[in-house]
Nanobody
Framework: QVQLVESGGGLVQPGGSLRLSCAAS????????MRWYRQAPGKQRELVAT???????NYADSVKGRFTISRDNAKNTVYLQMNSLKPEDTAVYYC???WGYGLVYRSSWGQGTQVTVSS
């Protein structure tokens, strides 16, 4: 099994920046696509950004040009650099990682980290 530990959330003023991290740990696995989702109060969870094992990335329209997803394969870690933050970015952010070994293919979720954008 793979465990994911997130960090980096917090309170930031509009226009500020935060960097989220999500580290995967476990034994003898390969990591494939890595994603960040977010869920605001009363709203459905939405996909924010995806990065493939080859390094290709995609973003929700609402964060394009402001957020950057990256990964460090040596550390099994995915990052989300969030710049020019807006109050509407306030949400719990979750990482999601596809992983596997042999014929096993799974997807795991982090515990979530709160991001609050407010003055």
């Amino acid at each position: 099994q793979v465990q994911l530990v997130e960090s980096g959330g917090g309170l930031v003023q509009p226009g500020g920046s935060l960097r989220l991290s999500c580290a995967a740990s476990g034994n003898s696995f390969s990591i494939f696509s890595m994603r960040w989702y977010r869920q605001a109060p009363g709203k459905q969870r939405e996909l924010v950004a995806t990065i493939t094992s080859g390094g290709s990335s995609n973003y929700a329209d609402s964060v394009k040009g402001r957020f950057t997803i990256s990964r460090d394969n040596a550390k099994n870690t995915v990052y989300l650099q969030m710049n020019s933050l807006k109050p509407e970015d306030t949400a719990v952010y979750y990482c999601n990682v596809d992983w596997g070994y042999g014929l096993v293919y799974r997807s795991s979720w982090g515990q979530g980290t709160q991001v609050t954008v407010s003055s």
